[in-house]
């Protein structure tokens, strides 16, 4: 069942997509001048069919995207991802502290002095 939602879901996102390409827009500029000579003999309705189908497939998508939620699988849902067990099975480094050397006594000037010569 989650299947065939799925596909449902995949059509209409991509006849959604169909409409919205096809549809002018309605910015301004140059082409505005020009856009009255297309709306004689009824393109107007052609304009108002496509907006009522963008509404109709954007409400169809997200009823059909809360449907889909509704029907996953419940195994599907509890399964761990394979990141999460790969995460899961690194083997922790053990928080012991790097051995530093001690440090040394500051050398006094005279024992300086006397490696310096």
């Known amino acids: 069942m989650y299947t065939v939602i799925s ?34 003999m009824g393109v107007r309705k052609t304009t108002d069919y496509l907006e009522k189908a963008t509404w109709t497939l954007a409400g169809a998508l997200l009823l059909m995207s809360f449907v889909s939620v509704a029907v996953l699988p419940k195994e599907e849902m509890s399964a761990t991802s394979q990141i999460d067990r790969v995460i899961d099975n690194i083997a922790q480094p053990e928080a012991a502290t790097p051995a530093f050397p001690a440090p040394e006594a500051p050398a006094s000037d005279e024992a300086a002095a006397e490696q310096a010569e």
């Open 7 to 40: 596909v449902i879901v995949i059509l209409i996102s991509i006849l959604l997509i169909l409409i919205v390409l096809v549809q002018n827009s309605k910015g301004g500029g140059l082409a505005s001048n020009f856009a009255s000579t297309n709306q004689i």
